[in-house]
């Protein structure tokens, strides 16, 4: 079986479900904890949106809600389909880079953040947001919250500031891999439950077995799919912004070209 297709993605839910986890938005997580077994499915839209809308269809299909956060780009920022994800009952947050968009100007970061808050909540009372990781930038959009707080914006939660993973396992695919850590730049939580993954097939026999731990995030990307001509492509083009994207960390030629060709991609 293919790994990251919607195919596999279904099979993760459904050894979820048959495990007896709960499933829960991130936001109910920070408001409504519930006992036992349960799992945030988190959905962090950098792109492909419409990849986003059919793992949000499969959800709904299966009886779970996520959470999707979007950024403010236009790869992400889909009218159409942020609209049909909220009515399928997801939850919507922001994706917000505000402060690398700002360069560390913290007056034009925090008025770009409310601004674009106050746009996504004309599509949902959004209660939640995430930071974007911006590699490229040496500004770490967390920073935003040094002088201002969530709860100035009427926020519940942000995952990598409200959260204690030393008790919710936190499993992420940053990088087409579910062991990809290495090539994350701020993506990065450090857990202590000695689970290392590879495939998804090993995190559905480890819920089977009954070692997976009872609290969990799981940051699923939009890169999943069934159309082979993107997963092939899509592999092909993370196996080359991973390895570059190390190489770049030893380098200053290749980090400024690694920024160049990331700096060109969002702008097309």
Known sequence: MR????????????????AGYQFQTFEEMMTVPVMGKSVVMRHDVDEKAWNALKMAQLEN???????????????????????????????VGYHYEDLAIAEGEDALAIKSFEENLDYFRGYYPVK?????????????????WKNHTLSD????????LSVDFDKVYYLTDTGYA????????????????GLIFHTT???VVCIQEGRFP?????????????????????HL??????????AARNSRFLGKLYENMVEMYWKK
């Open 201 to 203: 097939q090993q995190i």
């Open 128 to 144: 939640s947001v995430c930071m974007h990781g911006s590699s490229t930038s040496k500004y770490d959009n967390r920073l935003l």
């Open 237 to 246: 083009r993370e196996f080359l912004r991973n390895h570059l994207k190390l």
């Open 3 to 18: 790994d990251f297709t919607l195919k596999t993605y279904k099979s993760l839910i459904v050894a979820f479900q048959e």
């Open 61 to 91: 299909k299966l009886g779970i809600r996520a959470t999707y956060f979007f950024r403010i780009v236009k790869q992400s920022n889909v009218p159409e389909v942020i609209r049909q994800i909220v009515a399928l009952g997801h939850e």
């Open 153 to 160: 914006f009427g926020l519940v939660g942000e995952p990598y």
């Open 214 to 234: 009872e609290k969990a995030m799981v940051l699923a990307h939009t890169l999943w799919t069934d159309s082979f001509s993107q997963w092939m492509t899509l």
């Open 178 to 193: 579910w062991d990809g850590g290495k090539f994350a730049t701020r993506d990065v939580v450090v857990n202590d439950f």
